[in-house]
């Protein structure tokens, strides 16, 4: 069953940084890439970016760009996505989204649970 | 950066209406759109990709239809399982999302 973990909720001081890390299982994990897409209490799907679990390549959208890294670790199939300088309006659900394989092109096929980041001092 | 916008923002309906919501794109994304199901507390759940295939495991009520910058999502005879909050994506130019679209119960 092709599934994505992620770790539990984390609660962080504004200015501090975060780590959610992404386990892949039932699949290869480098055939694809992971995606990270988080959603604020109420409100709709914001695309973070992306990264290549074969090359280790990433990229990030303009809003994260500085704060935000996305690296993986291939001996055990996890992605890992960090934000740095966090503030309370990075309150949100972090997702990891597998960019699908096969007939499904160019869009996430598999999500994880969810992660719920907490900024608050 | 794509943006997206979804019409209604809400949406009231009958078990058995036939509901459509609108996702227009700001610039042509060919026919590079997909949708998504959410329910609260839950992951987003694919229902359609590249406007129109139905993935795998979704209901063929469910269809997509549109190119270019104006799509539609169909669902023909809404089912109680169906209440939910359904999004679109571009994936032309890296990936933005619409804001959404409640579905609720009349």
């Known amino acids: 069953q092709v599934q994505l973990l992620q770790s539990g909720a984390e609660l962080r001081k504004p200015g501090a940084s975060v780590k959610v890390s992404c386990r892949a299982s039932?699949?290869?994990?480098?055939?694809?890439?992971i995606n990270w897409v988080r959603q604020a209490p109420g409100q709709g799907l914001e695309w973070m970016g992306w990264?290549?679990?074969?090359?280790?390549?990433?990229g990030y959208a303009q809003g994260f760009q500085g704060r935000v890294t996305m690296t993986r670790d291939t001996s055990t199939s996890t992605a890992y996505m960090e934000l740095s300088g966090l503030k309370s309006v990075d309150t949100a659900v972090y997702y990891c989204?597998?960019?699908?394989?096969?007939?499904?092109?160019?869009?996430?096929?598999?999500w994880g649970q969810g992660t719920m980041v907490t900024v608050s001092s | 950066e794509i943006q997206m916008t979804q019409s209604p923002s809400t949406l009231s309906a009958f078990v058995g209406d036939k509901v459509t919501i609108t996702c227009r794109a700001n610039e042509s994304i060919r026919d590079w759109l997909a949708w998504f199901q959410q329910k609260p507390g839950k992951a987003p759940n694919l229902l359609i990709h590249?406007?129109?295939r139905l993935h795998r495991g979704a209901p063929s009520r469910f269809s997509g239809s549109g190119f270019g910058t104006e799509f539609t999502l169909t669902i023909t005879s809404l089912q109680p399982e169906d209440f939910a909050t359904y999004y679109c994506?571009?994936?032309?130019?890296?990936?933005?999302f619409g804001q959404g679209t409640k579905v609720e119960m009349k």
């Open positions: 990264m290549n679990p074969n090359s280790g390549n990433a």
């Open positions: 994506q571009q994936c032309n130019s890296f990936w933005s």
């Open positions: 590249k406007t129109s």
């Open positions: 039932g699949y290869t994990f480098t055939s694809s890439e």
């Open positions: 989204a597998r960019l699908g394989v096969g007939v499904v092109q160019n869009t996430f096929d598999i």
